[in-house]
């Protein structure tokens, strides 16, 4: 959360930290521990770390990496790749869309997925979407409670939902006999 982040400085403004990889017998989950060189100059002589348990401690040491990765997701071009970040990518799926659809979409923008937990994230997915988007359109980007399960959980609900599941159903019987402009009537209204 907000209350728990280091400000830049607070460690010797060092960006280098150990990244502890879970062993799934005492811990399920990484976490990140302040980098000791001398840990690593040791590791080197002796061979991997052992806790107190007895168990083998892997962990990896982050630098830059940790903010160039989640940077390719806004510029993937930094690496060479020659498609667009994830703005361009909003903005793309809505030129599909009626412009008077635009200011009810961008106002209710939800980002999921791990990468949604970035420190950051949402706050510069706003900035360079709200850069992109309309002036006369409002953009909010909200983080789900649990950005990692919502889709699945979003799923089940759906699923568990079985008239709306019904209405929203198409067969592939139905598709074949219709096409695809049969889809897009049946739900460009807002409704099947």
């Known amino acids: 959360g907000v209350g728990d982040r280091r400000k830049v400085g607070d460690d ?5 930290v ?3 990889l879970p ?3 005492t811990h399920k989950q990484g976490y990140i521990r302040p980098y000791d060189p001398s840990l690593v100059a040791k590791l ?3 061979g991997p770390a ?3 348990g007895g168990v083998v401690e892997d962990f990896m040491t982050l ?3 940790r903010f160039t990765v989640p940077e390719l997701l806004f510029n993937p071009g ?3 790749m020659k498609q667009a970040g994830l703005p361009e990518t909003v903005m793309q799926s809505l030129s599909g869309l009626p412009h008077g659809l635009w200011p009810a979409m961008l106002a209710n923008v939800v980002v999921v997925g791990g990468n949604a937990k970035i420190d950051g994230f949402v706050e510069r997915f706003t900035t360079e979407l709200r850069q992109l988007a309309p002036a006369e359109c409002i953009v909010r980007v909200a983080r789900s ?3 990692i399960q919502a889709t699945w959980l979003g799923g089940c609900r759906l699923v568990s939902n079985k008239s709306l599941l019904k209405e929203l159903l198409v067969t592939r019987q139905e598709y074949q006999e219709h096409g695809n402009g049969w889809l897009l009537r049946r739900f460009a209204n807002g409704k099947p």
Do not use: W
Not at 12 to 16: L, Q
């Open 145 to 147: 409670p649990d950005p």
């Open 12 to 16: 010797g403004g060092n960006i280098v």
């Open 78 to 80: 930094d690496v060479g």
């Open 50 to 52: 052992v806790s107190g």
């Open 63 to 65: 630098g830059n990496e």
């Open 44 to 46: 080197k002589k002796t």
């Open 18 to 20: 150990d990244y502890v």
């Open 23 to 25: 062993d799934y017998n």
